[in-house]
């Protein structure tokens, strides 16, 4: 279908060893436009990480992908780079805790250069969704707010994978970005419940997953926010988290209740201000 607005995923992952190039195109079938591609976790690939460098690796593969992408269906996709919290556990009980941590803030410094030379459009860090000691999560804490310097120094914004939302742990995590230099506004929780109002109060942009319950929330607190799918394209979870056209699906069908402005704001305006980016059709 011809789109007649954009229509953004937040948040999708693709796989060589997945759908990736068909995912793309049933996205941009169902009337998708823009992507933000975020880098898979490394053993996602097959790639192991004993050097900073090796993220190399991990990053021109995702690159490989988005450039692919963009030559079979008429999308466009940005690309944000960086590391998965949880590496923290494989990287520390192979290598230790000092080298995992000083692994995982090279990888963010490599994913920092392809941004300056205009090759993604921001950062991916975090802190682990599941209980961990606390040297653990006190190292996590330590990368994130490393992601956060960086980000202000290079100017972009940071996609971050963490625990459940919580009020108390985003005005934690937006004082680490201001503290880092960094405004929370540049700050993206991803797999963001509907909190939008609260957000905003905040300062954290959200990033919500695209289900209907969801959707429905967030429009009644506002249009401060993006849609996701947060698609992992796992041969071996093929039904995982939402499928790749879940986004323009879901806005065309809620279009007929909440009219098309709002997507305009949704998927143009936020991301364009967020990511520095231009979104046009
Ligand atoms: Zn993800």
């Known amino acids: 279908m011809t789109p007649t607005l954009p229509i953004l995923d937040n948040h999708m992952h693709l796989n060589p060893a997945g759908r990736c190039l068909d995912a793309v195109r049933e996205f941009a079938r169902a009337g998708g436009t823009h992507i933000v591609l975020v880098s898979l976790p490394p053993w996602s690939l097959g790639i192991e ?9 991990v990053f021109d593969k995702v690159l490989k992908i988005a450039w692919r992408a963009e030559e079979v269906e008429k999308v466009k996709v940005f690309v944000v780079l960086g ?59 330590d990368i994130m707010r490393r992601s956060f310097e960086l980000a202000k120094d290079a100017g972009c914004a940071v996609q971050l994978h963490t625990e459940s939302a919580t009020e108390e742990g985003l005005v934690e995590i937006a004082g680490i970005a201001r503290d880092a230099g960094l405004p929370p506004e540049k700050v993206i929780k991803h797999f963001a419940p ?17 289900n209907e319950e969801a ?17 992992i394209d796992d041969p071996e979870r093929p039904g995982a988290v939402l499928g790749p056209k879940t986004v323009p699906k879901r806005t065309r069908q809620l279009i007929s209740e909440w009219g098309e402005d709002v997507f305009w704001k949704i998927h143009k305006e936020n991301p364009e201000k967020v990511y520095d980016v231009e979104i046009n059709i």
């Open 83 to 141: 590391v998965h919290p949880a590496e923290i556990n494989r990287l520390s009980e192979r290598l230790g805790l000092p080298s995992a941590v000083e692994l995982m803030k090279g990888g963010l410094e490599l994913a920092c250069e392809y941004v300056r030379e205009g090759k993604a459009i921001g950062l991916k860090s975090g802190r682990p969704h599941y209980e961990v000691e606390p040297k653990i999560w006190d190292a996590s804490n």
């Open 194 to 210: 509907p909190m939008v109002k609260v957000c905003e109060r905040i300062g954290i942009f959200p990033s919500v997953l695209a």
């Open 49 to 57: 990480i004993s050097a900073p460098d090796d993220y190399r690796k």
């Open 215 to 231: 959707m429905q929330n967030a429009l009644k607190e506002g249009t401060r926010f993006m849609m996701e799918t947060d698609y």
